[in-house]
């Protein structure tokens, strides 16, 4: 039987107050999702049980209770308190999947601090902006990526400590830097959780704009009673589950799931901390028998490519439930899933602004490959027309995808940046910047964006952040950047590129502007192709059409162009 049992009869009776109740959580409480996570489940009477279990490189393997992890977020907290860190300071966690980064995540919480995850492929300048936005007061990282935080130290005051979790003694730490050894520390018994309330910052997530820098999405305490939930009935997490939810916490997916809906209800995780190979996932899942698996469209594509047969090496019996997420999720992939492992794999949408699933496919629920699926009980959901901001009534036209306010985890703001908040709210509803249509049967059908972000193997890419790397060599005169389209990642990006007089386009002059973007961006936003062009299509006004270059390599209509300029 699953958590959720019959979707409609949920629909019927939800209160988000049925979350509360599992958690013990009454109106103008504490709530604290460090404590949530770890010492209330060892509460519970589990304090023995299996919390993480991480396989690194080389496979080698660390396992902590969740014991251990009560004990070591309070030590994480205590060394933090140390330093001088109080709450609502950012503390940034700038690592790889490695256990420091889930565990240090709930000791930034206890303490009251802000957590501010950030994904480590990304490079200096991708790092800096994001430290300057949030004023970032301390940063936890590895040795392995000290080099890019000790070259933008320098220009940032406001940064007060470099934590490294790793240190060997080997060359000596400079200004500002300290070591902290999670595992060699001693345990802290004897820890006072700072009293958040519901309404207290708990974590900031960046994420890509249409223009402009990235956004910071602030999120509370109160996001548990919407992680928690969707957890058990969406991923229907139960007691003897194995889970492995292949994102990583630098995103949202790998916090929401990956540690507050994981630990929250005191599942088993492992955590598989190498880059993606398909016989190396199939070995993961069958060594530590994994039962729930949630994992990203692209990851399933490139699974799908590597063939049948070498799935037929492996054991995967275990797998009881099967999740996606980040990208559509095409009808095939969810055809092969259910061929291959027995399992369709359930598609699931949101994201990091609304901090939890909106719209899913539930177990039980008959899924129709390649939808959506229907809105999570709590969640009203639907497309309105993009002039009117009208609910649309007729079957199978497109509109904006629209979420009313109220939500748990909803975001409380983008960080310093109230306006571009406000905005994304229209005539009462939340718009998540998506299209779709609703069938009869009031499943959702992913149509694409609503702007100009790419969304490449399940990452947003804003073409501003792209352009705007590009346009600083100096044999760039302008640039626009779209998507194009791609067998596993869906799409990946393009930059169309005109050069200053005196440069011409060649071989050399295309690998040397790719070098030159690659230290300014994260690999996930490097272009797949630049393409030299002499004039872009722009309106009378002077701004880019992207709209006509994205048309083309899409092989679509280009539409209305009556405001072109060089037409
Ligand atoms: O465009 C939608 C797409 O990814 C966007 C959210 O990205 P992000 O904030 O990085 O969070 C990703 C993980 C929650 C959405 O606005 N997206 C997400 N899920 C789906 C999706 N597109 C199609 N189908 C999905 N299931």
Not at 11 to 35: A, R, T
Not at 323 to 339: H, I, Q, T
Not at 523 to 528: E, G, I, V
């Amino acid at each position: 039987m699953s958590n959720i049992g019959n979707y409609d009869e949920r629909l019927k009776n939800f209160d988000w107050s049925i979350s509360e109740k599992e958690l013990g959580y009454k109106k103008g409480d504490v709530i604290n999702i460090g404590w949530y996570c770890s010492d209330r489940i060892c509460q519970m009477g589990k304090g023995n049980k299996m919390a993480l279990i991480w396989e690194g490189l080389g496979g080698v393997e660390k396992k902590y209770t969740y014991n251990d992890v009560r004990l070591k977020s309070n030590t994480i907290g205590t060394f933090l308190r140390s330093l001088g860190i109080k709450n609502e300071d950012r503390v940034c966690l700038f690592m790889d999947k490695i256990p420091e980064l889930y565990i240090g995540l709930l000791g930034i919480l206890k303490i009251g601090a802000i957590a501010q995850p950030l994904f480590s492929a990304f490079g200096d300048d991708s790092l800096l902006v994001r430290l300057e936005n949030a004023e970032t007061s301390a940063i936890i990282t590895q040795r392995k990526h000290l080099p890019k935080v000790r070259k933008i130290v320098e220009k940032m005051p406001f940064l007060k400590h470099i934590i490294i979790v790793d240190y060997d003694g080997k060359h000596p730490l400079r200004d500002k830097e300290v070591a902290f050894s999670m595992d060699e520390a001693t345990p802290v018994e004897k820890f006072e959780i700072f009293p958040t309330k519901a309404e207290s910052p708990s974590i900031l997530h960046y994420t890509s704009g249409t223009t402009g820098q990235p956004k910071g999405v602030k999120h509370v305490h109160y996001s548990l009673i919407s992680q928690y939930l969707t957890t058990k009935w969406v991923l229907d997490i139960q007691e003897n589950d194995i889970y492995w939810c292949t994102a990583d916490p630098g995103w949202v997916t790998g916090t929401s799931y990956g540690i507050i809906g994981a630990f929250s209800t005191g599942v088993t995780q492992c955590v598989l901390d190498s880059g993606f190979a398909a016989e190396a996932w199939y070995k993961f899942i069958e060594k530590n028998k994994v039962t729930m698996w949630y994992s990203a469209p692209t990851a399933i594509r490139s699974l799908m490519k590597a063939g049948d047969e070498i799935i037929k090496k492996y054991d995967l019996s275990s797998l009881r439930h099967l999740a996606s997420v980040g990208e559509p999720l095409n009808a095939e992939a969810v055809v092969w899933s259910e061929k291959v492992f027995g399992k369709q794999f359930h598609d699931s949408y949101w994201q990091t602004e609304t901090g939890s699933i909106m719209i899913s496919n539930y177990p039980g629920m008959k899924i129709k490959p390649g939808s959506m699926g229907k809105p999570f009980p709590g969640i009203t959901a639907t497309i309105i027309d993009p002039e009117t901001y009208e609910p649309i009534k007729e079957e199978g036209k497109v509109g904006l995808i629209a979420i009313k306010p109220g939500w748990p985890s909803m975001m409380r703001t983008y960080w310093n940046n109230e306006e571009t908040y406000k905005n994304k709210f229209k005539n009462g509803w939340y718009l998540p910047g998506d299209r779709s249509t609703i069938d009869k049967d009031g499943y959702f059908w992913f149509i694409g964006r609503d702007d100009d972000i790419i969304n490449t193997g399940g990452h947003l890419v804003s073409p501003f952040e792209v352009e705007s790397a590009l346009l600083e060599h100096e044999a760039v005169a302008e640039s626009a950047v779209v998507s194009k389209p791609d067998d596993v990642n869906m799409e990946v990006v393009k930059a169309f590129v005109t050069l200053k007089p005196g440069f011409t386009a060649s071989a050399d002059l295309d690998l040397n502007i790719m070098n030159f973007i690659r230290k300014k961006l994260s690999p996930l936003a490097m272009p797949q192709e630049i393409e030299f062009i002499d004039t872009l299509p722009k309106t009378r006004s002077g701004k880019i059409m992207r709209r006509i270059l994205h048309a083309k390599e899409w092989g679509e209509e280009i539409g209305d162009i009556s405001s072109l300029e060089n037409d």
